[in-house]
């Protein structure tokens, strides 16, 4: 959601490297903007936890970058937890997606995450969520991030990994071919969804200190089975039908293994998600030491 592709073909690509959101959900761009609010609702509270653990809170007049905003589920879900006196800016490369999180409190950015219309050192904390396995070139946008935040500010990334993505009982094999397609396809188109084991490994790359990686679970002891629909439902592969990666029957397969396990009464399912924290150290940007 924060840079475009680096070449143009005769296939029209999104404007946000592999995230395109009118065709990551079945329905369209309004029901991916329903899986978005959904997701944050599931999930936001734990990470929310990290981020005051990881100092979000810290200082009441300071500057907040949420880059890869989107429609601004987690922005107006910011707003709401940070201090009165703290400066909220929402950025994303996609102004028709960004439009939607609009609100008191926020300046809306239309911006390319690797080259923000920022000051250095302008910035004391900038939270990516599932932006990163989206872009193309993860350490330029972070050398990016680095350049705008003062001397000991903080960047959080929050990511998935496909092998890492949580456990459910009863577990279905049969589906780990559908699940592996759906991998390649958002790799063929510039993301990786095994991004979060590297994430640690990326913040270093682009000159951050102070590195630490904090896993954060979601299950559905806590919230309703149904809840978790947006994520394991078979809406999300219905794109990838249109596009010839999924066959009408894995996607019959997928819905009927999802309808097994939502009226299971005993089936239980977590999420996992990874949250990579760091610091930027005083001195010049990486790319400036090359």
Same mark, same amino acid.
């Given at each position: 959601?924060?840079?475009?592709?680096a070449?143009t073909?005769t296939?029209?690509?999104?404007v946000?490297?592999?995230?395109?959101?009118?065709r990551?959900t079945?329905?369209?761009?309004?029901?991916e903007?329903?899986?978005l609010e959904?997701?944050?609702?599931l999930?936001?509270?734990?990470e929310?936890?990290?981020?005051?653990?990881?100092g979000?809170d810290e200082g009441?007049?300071?500057?907040?970058l949420?880059?890869?905003?989107g429609?601004?589920?987690?922005t107006?879900r910011?707003?709401?937890?940070l201090?009165?006196?703290?400066?909220?800016?929402a %950025?994303?490369?996609?102004?028709?997606? +960004? @439009?939607?999180?609009?609100g008191p409190?926020?300046t809306?950015?239309? =911006? &390319? /995450?690797?080259?923000l219309?920022?000051?250095?050192?302008s910035v004391d904390?900038?939270l990516?969520r599932?932006?990163l396995?989206?872009?193309?070139?993860?350490?330029?946008?972070?050398a990016e991030?680095?350049r705008?935040?003062k001397?000991?500010?903080?960047?959080?990334c929050t990511?998935v990994d496909?092998?890492?993505w949580?456990? %459910?009982?009863p577990?279905?094999?049969? +589906? @780990?071919?559908v699940h592996?397609?759906?991998?390649?396809?958002?790799? =063929? &188109? /510039?993301?990786?969804?095994?991004?979060?084991r590297?994430l640690?490994r990326?913040?270093?790359?682009?000159?951050f200190?102070?590195?630490?990686l904090r896993p954060?679970a979601?299950?559905?002891?806590?919230?309703p089975?149904?809840?978790?629909a947006?994520?394991?439902?078979?809406q999300?592969?219905e794109p990838?039908v249109a596009?010839?990666?999924?066959?009408?029957?894995?996607?019959a397969l997928?819905a009927?293994?999802?309808?097994?396990?939502?009226?299971?009464? &005993?089936?239980?399912v977590?999420?996992?998600g990874?949250?990579?924290a760091?610091?930027?150290p005083?001195g010049?940007?990486?790319q400036?030491?090359a």
């Amino acid at each position: 959601m924060t840079t475009a592709p680096a070449t143009t073909t005769t296939t029209a690509r999104p404007v946000g490297g592999s995230y395109d959101p009118a065709r990551t959900t079945g329905g369209g761009l309004a029901a991916e903007l329903d899986r978005l609010e959904a997701q944050a609702a599931l999930s936001f509270p734990e990470e929310l936890r990290i981020l005051r653990e990881l100092g979000l809170d810290e200082g009441t007049d300071a500057t907040v970058l949420e880059l890869g905003a989107g429609p601004g589920a987690v922005t107006r879900r910011l707003r709401a937890e940070l201090p009165a006196g703290t400066a909220l800016i929402a %950025a994303d490369i996609d102004a028709d997606l +960004l @439009a939607h999180a609009a609100g008191p409190g926020v300046t809306l950015l239309v =911006a &390319d /995450g690797a080259d923000l219309p920022l000051p250095d050192a302008s910035v004391d904390f900038v939270l990516l969520r599932y932006v990163l396995q989206h872009v193309p070139d993860p350490v330029a946008v972070l050398a990016e991030v680095r350049r705008v935040l003062k001397p000991g500010g903080r960047v959080a990334c929050t990511e998935v990994d496909s092998a890492l993505w949580g456990a %459910a009982e009863p577990s279905y094999p049969e +589906l @780990a071919g559908v699940h592996a397609k759906m991998a390649a396809a958002q790799r =063929a &188109d /510039g993301g990786d969804r095994s991004i979060g084991r590297r994430l640690p490994r990326l913040l270093r790359a682009a000159g951050f200190d102070q590195v630490a990686l904090r896993p954060f679970a979601t299950t559905n002891d806590d919230h309703p089975t149904d809840a978790f629909a947006p994520q394991l439902g078979p809406q999300r592969l219905e794109p990838l039908v249109a596009r010839g990666v999924l066959s009408l029957a894995e996607l019959a397969l997928a819905a009927d293994r999802w309808n097994r396990f939502r009226s299971d009464p &005993d089936a239980w399912v977590m999420l996992l998600g990874l949250t990579a924290a760091a610091t930027a150290p005083a001195g010049r940007g990486p790319q400036e030491n090359a």
